[in-house]
């Protein structure tokens, strides 16, 4: 084992990385003259490469380094949510794929405002903008403790050199950077993965047989619970049901997903791209599961040393050969990256196109649209880091990513099923549902135990349920009224 000193060698790797994606992320600019172009891409992107990105969208550092953990401390369990994922993909496919596309939509909240109208629109946004905000912050100070193992730096620091390094790509070349970044980035750090499980596989004496016999004595293998409970999050019900409301949600309502949606050439490519993103989503969790219960072989079961959600690099950093360990590092901070280009340019287009348009009445030029655009990309990178200071407190980097979009993603699925799915409830209706949504989760989050996975159905059925409830009851009286007239 080498000591975990920052060697010129995986720092060269490192730089060379981060230096040819930024070069490669900026030579789109010149392709960008609107704000179609910066926020769609022109929609000229193939199937393949949006499906990549939605899953480097929606994989991040959290997952890299917040997933072997839970296998190390726990079982395979968490993997039901994912099984959620994909009943998630085939409902948005039914539900909500036919609307987008039934038009020139930038954002996933125009459709609220052809709904229900402007203010629906407006709300719905800007609980999108505070959310992905929050959530995001969590995901840049995740990639801040990567950094600070290599370069032995302050949080602060860490964080400011890679929104840094991403913010100038995605100013550049819009979309369009984005989603080629993506690609490339989700390939690097899946091939980091693969090499680190394969190094830490010729370090476990009798190899995969090994690995699978101790994880199976120790129940480590176990993927389904059955049981019922309120407040554990990882059970087969809770991944099922969880698991499906939350990618519904932030699949088919978060812009940060929609607008690679939105960017296919039309609803067929759009749908294939959604669907077979869950088959790499499976293999990727399924990875990082595994590595996880490696660590636990190769360490004999010790109790993880230090914060959990440093296990996996500090693996890496401390074990795996020279310039294997830079790239690998360089893979982590891929996903980073991805990620965070990608919320960057979701905020930008849901600030500009829900807000900063109808301000203007779309009166100024195409050339003034795009200027705002990047400008704005900037201000929330300004925004996430500034999050991002203050994660550190919020506990493990995964959960506490997860947790914080569960909160007021079930308000904004039930405010848009309500939308979809009926007729009769009108704007006032949506928003008195968006209000009930809100003060039952507040109530849930503070008040009960009730874990994470759950949250998300909560909301939206609340959401839903009073949204209805309110419409009916305004027709009621409106008949009532029409007859004593």
């Not at 309120?230 to 088919?252: D, Q």
Request: net charge positive.
């Amino acid at each position: 084992m080498r000591a975990p000193f920052p060697h010129s060698i995986d720092l060269a790797v490192i730089a060379l990385y981060l230096a040819a994606v930024t070069w490669f992320g900026s030579r789109f600019r010149e392709s960008q003259r609107s704000v179609r172009d910066y926020f769609l891409g022109g929609r000229t992107a193939p199937w393949w490469a949006i499906s990549l990105s939605i899953v480097s969208a929606e994989t991040s550092t959290l997952t890299i380094i917040g997933t072997p953990p839970l296998a190390y401390a726990g079982s395979f369990v968490f993997l039901q949510i994912v099984f959620g994922y994909l009943l998630a993909r085939i409902a948005i496919s039914i539900i909500f794929l036919p609307r987008y596309f039934e038009g020139q939509l930038f954002t996933a909240y125009q459709l609220m405002e052809r709904r229900f109208g402007g203010r629906t629109r407006r709300i719905t946004s800007a609980i999108f903008l505070v959310t992905r905000s929050l959530a995001e912050g969590v995901r840049v100070f995740a990639i801040s403790i990567v950094i600070s193992i290599i370069l032995h730096t302050a949080g602060i620091a860490s964080i400011l050199v890679i929104i840094a390094i991403t913010l100038f790509y995605t100013f550049e070349g819009g979309m369009t950077a984005v989603i080629w970044t993506d690609v490339i980035q989700m390939f690097m750090y899946v091939f980091g993965a693969a090499v680190s499980f394969f190094v830490l596989l010729g370090h476990i004496p009798g190899g995969l047989g090994h690995v699978w016999n101790a994880g199976m004595a120790a129940g480590k293998m176990k993927v389904f619970d059955f049981h019922w409970s309120w407040t554990y999050p990882y059970t087969f019900w809770a991944g099922i049901i969880g698991g499906c409301f939350l990618t519904t949600a932030s699949h088919g309502t978060d812009q940060l997903v929609v607008q690679r949606l939105l960017s296919a050439k039309n609803r067929r490519e759009s749908r294939i791209a959604l669907l077979s993103s869950w088959a790499v989503i499976f293999v990727q969790f399924t990875l990082f599961l595994a590595i996880g219960l490696m660590l636990w072989v190769d360490r004999g079961g010790a109790p993880i040393p230090g914060k959990s959600d440093s296990l996996y690099p500090a693996f890496i950093w401390s074990s795996l050969p020279r310039g294997v360990a830079g790239l690998c590092m360089a893979s982590i901070i891929a996903a980073a990256m991805a990620n965070l280009s990608a919320a960057l340019n979701s905020l930008a287009s849901a600030t500009v196109v829900d807000f900063y348009e109808p301000l203007t009445h779309g009166r100024r030029t195409p050339a003034h649209y795009l200027r705002i655009s990047r400008y704005s990309t900037i201000f929330w990178g300004v925004v996430l880091g500034g999050v991002a200071v203050f994660a550190s407190q919020w506990g493990s980097v995964l959960e506490s990513g997860l947790s914080i979009a569960s909160v007021t993603l079930g308000i904004l699925l039930g405010v848009f099923l309500l939308g979809v799915l009926t007729r009769r409830p009108g704007e006032k209706a949506a928003i008195s549902g968006v209000i009930a949504g809100a003060l039952a989760m507040l109530y849930v989050r503070f008040a009960t135990h009730i874990p994470f996975t759950w949250w998300v159905p909560i909301g939206s059925m609340v959401t839903f349920g009073v949204g209805a409830i309110a419409g009916a009851a305004g027709r009621r009286d409106e008949g009532e009224k029409g007859q004593s007239a």
